[in-house]
């Protein structure tokens, strides 16, 4: 199994742009987690679903910030407008509902 | 909200030594503590997980102590190696109120390792 799947893995985009980040969950698993890594704020979970279905979006920290998960094998974490203060790296997990998470490679975002 | 409060920021260690790293929690409701291991550039990498009806569990050189009453579990690392030299994250989640992996993250440890 290749693993959870990223992309892409560095980002440099323009303040006010929109930023789409991907993930591919491990094949079979039915819970995906969208978390943030800064050095401040340490790792936070954004949003997280079960059987494609939001189930916690509560650290959403913006309406700036959306997450989709159209199917069992993709979900999008977007930006729409892109701020500086949005740097940092984001990783994507997914897991099994009462298995271990398991973490992409994360794509660090830099809002310039 | 610090859910999850980690301890030491920093450590460094001889080689063969012994690694520990405390962490304390609030929610009592949170029963699955796992530890993470991440290595620059990489995504966090799962180490070795506790539930509370156990005091100890073991892999390998890794040893995950737990202490319910007191709300604290640790990591020690045994005969640590230069390999091991990474940044070390507890985390807490409550599956049984269906919360599955939704983790609530420690600030980190950055171990090293040194010869």
């Known amino acids: 199994d290749a693993g959870v799947i990223q992309s892409p893995r560095h980002e440099v985009t323009e303040m006010g742009q929109e930023v789409t980040l991907r993930c591919k969950p491990i094949s079979g698993h039915n819970s995906l987690f969208w978390y943030r890594q800064t050095m401040m704020r340490g790792l936070e979970l954004l949003i997280y679903?079960?059987?494609?279905?939001?189930?916690?979006d509560s650290g959403m920290p913006e309406d700036r910030f959306s997450a989709k998960m159209p199917n069992a094998s993709f979900s999008t974490l977007k930006i729409q407008p892109s701020e500086p203060r949005d740097s940092a790296v984001y990783f994507c997990a997914s897991s099994l509902v009462a298995g271990d998470a398991f973490f992409g490679q994360g794509t660090r975002l830099t809002v310039v | 909200q610090q859910q999850v409060k980690q301890s030491p920021q920093s450590l460094i260690v001889q080689k063969g030594g012994i690694s520990i790293i405390n962490c304390a929690y609030e929610?009592?409701?949170?029963?699955?503590f796992p530890w993470y291991q991440q290595f620059p550039g990489k995504g966090p990498a799962l180490l070795i997980a506790?539930?509370?009806?156990?005091s100890e569990k073991k892999e390998g050189r890794f040893t995950i102590s737990f202490n319910k009453s007191a709300k604290q579990f640790s990591l020690h690392i045994m005969d640590s190696q230069p390999g091991d030299s990474a940044t070390y994250f507890c985390?807490?989640?409550?599956?049984?109120?269906?919360?599955?992996?939704?983790?609530?993250f420690g600030t980190g440890t950055q171990l090293k390792v040194e010869l």
């Open positions: 929610n009592t409701a949170f029963d699955y």
């Open positions: 679903f079960n059987n494609n279905v939001p189930i916690d």
């Open positions: 506790i539930r509370p009806d156990v």
């Open positions: 985390a807490a989640a409550e599956r049984g109120r269906g919360g599955g992996n939704k983790l609530t």
